[in-house]
């Protein structure tokens, strides 16, 4: 089991505020979508916090 | 070959492309979006004298004039700064969708090329220049450049992946909500800050009319200590004040509150903007620093060129250009915004209440703590060699 942040495309609004903050440079802001690579996410929440829209959260992965 | 490959064309990047184009340099502007200008996230006042230094002012992207700014602390006491003089307008909020289209024109207009809907994917140093990676449409490519100017916003991966800039932790960053609201009862010759832990814990909420009953209605707050989103302390400021208007655009962002980076450059690489963490560390105000720091690049850049010398510590040049503009002010605003973000909401009341009906002809920031320091210097003591 790991810690691994999520985004609910429904409510991110695109702005890129989590790659900001994110020091394992998990988050891509691609083009207009946001992209979060499990390989790097270490699951710290430290974007969840930043998150202006409540998009992100941080869930339990196998 | 590309003299220079600007990436961002928000208005430091395409200030820079622009500059660079200008002084006759073979320029490549790379925008990911496939439009530029949009989503703004940016509340759009800049001072009018900012604007003016580098722009024939058109009304075009002109959205509203302002003659000055209320403030207003947590128990509603009120600071107006004004002109007194009508004509006086001291600000201007901008339309940037028009705004950076209309910079990116003029870049391409003085002979940069420019490519949108292309993302940079990657980039190597190597051979004393740059390969560049990029995409569009799923499709990638490579181009060369002498310099590569990283204009890419506060999520910079130029910065980043160039060791220039370290990502920034949740006191170092305004988390921010903004709703465009039409239908708006109020005088739109002024901007106006409302200030308060709960309402926006290190940061503030704001109103910014953009004519015609329409303004930007949105908030900055500190995610260390913020309890919930921007949107949600958005929403709870416009329910609180009663302001009432329909919504008819939403944008959300991150805006650094950081202060002065010790440099903006490596070998090959100049960062502007956002993305060197320019933006003003107590109002947020982001765009003048740009477009400054997008035109010293591109200057600096020629220069670069005729002297064929790319490495940091000629691009330095750019470093002490920058700084001597607005390196101080940063610098300066920083430390006041720390203290600011210690001020519980009965300082806030106390300090407000101490200049509240004082002529504060100046629409500063300087202006305001000047006022305090006299009031109240014991509470500001630290910081009155600053200003």
């Known amino acids: ?62 | 070959m590309y003299d220079v490959v600007v990436v961002g064309a928000g208005p430091a990047g395409s200030m820079a492309a622009k500059t660079a184009a200008e002084q006759g340099l073979n320029v490549l502007l790379v925008e990911k979006r496939q439009e530029i200008g949009t989503p703004v996230r940016c509340a759009e006042g800049i001072s009018r004298e900012s604007i003016e230094k580098f722009f024939e002012v058109d009304k075009k992207w002109i959205a509203a004039e302002v003659i000055g700014a209320k403030i207003y602390a947590p128990d509603k006491t009120e600071i107006v700064m004004s002109e007194e003089m009508a004509g006086n307008e001291v600000g201007y909020v901008l339309e940037r969708k028009i705004f950076d289209r209309h910079v990116a024109r003029l870049a391409a207009r003085a002979g940069a090329e420019v490519y949108v809907k292309t993302a940079m994917v990657d980039f190597e140093r190597r051979d004393g220049k740059v390969k560049l990676k990029l995409r569009r449409l799923g499709e990638e490519w490579e181009v060369e450049t002498k310099i590569l100017i990283g204009a890419d916003g506060v999520e910079s991966k130029i910065g980043r992946k160039a060791g220039i800039i370290r990502t920034l932790k949740l006191n170092e960053v305004e988390s921010c909500a903004q709703y465009l609201m039409t239908g708006l009862d109020i005088d739109e010759n002024y901007t106006y800050f409302y200030l308060g832990r709960e309402t926006a814990p290190g940061g503030y909420a704001w109103i910014f009319p953009k004519g015609n009953g329409s303004a930007n209605v949105g908030i900055g707050v500190l995610p260390r200590m913020a309890e919930k989103t921007a949107k949600e302390y958005l929403d709870a400021f416009i329910e609180k004040e009663g302001i009432e208007g329909k919504i008819i655009e939403f944008v959300a962002g991150a805006v650094p509150v950081y202060g002065e980076i010790e440099t903006a450059v490596a070998d090959n690489i100049m960062l502007a903007g956002d993305a060197a963490y320019h933006a003003d560390p107590i109002t947020g105000g982001g765009i003048a620093n740009a477009l400054s720091a997008g035109y010293y690049a591109g200057k600096v850049a020629a220069e670069a060129v005729q002297k064929n010398d790319f490495s940091a510590s000629f691009l330095r040049r750019y470093d002490e250009l920058w700084k001597n503009d607005f390196g101080k002010r940063l610098r300066r605003n920083k430390k006041l915004q720390l203290k600011f973000i210690d001020m519980d909401d009965a300082v806030l009341n106390k300090l407000a209440g101490a200049i509240a009906g004082k002529n504060l002809r100046e629409m500063s920031v300087a202006a305001i703590v000047k006022e305090l320091l006299k009031a109240h210097p014991k509470l500001l003591w630290d910081l009155k060699d600053l200003f």
Do not use: H, Q, W
């Not at chain 1, 089991?1 to 991110?12: E, G, I, L, Q, S």
């Not at chain 1, 020091?23 to 916090?49: Q, R």
């Open chain 1, 1 to 62: 089991m790991a810690r691994k942040a999520v985004v609910d495309r429904r409510k991110c609004a695109y702005c890129g505020a989590c790659v900001a903050v994110c020091p394992a440079d998990a988050n891509e802001l691609v083009e207009t979508f946001l992209e979060i690579y499990d390989d790097k996410c270490t699951g710290c929440s430290i974007c969840v916090k930043m998150c202006p829209m409540g998009a992100l959260a941080i869930v339990e992965v196998e």
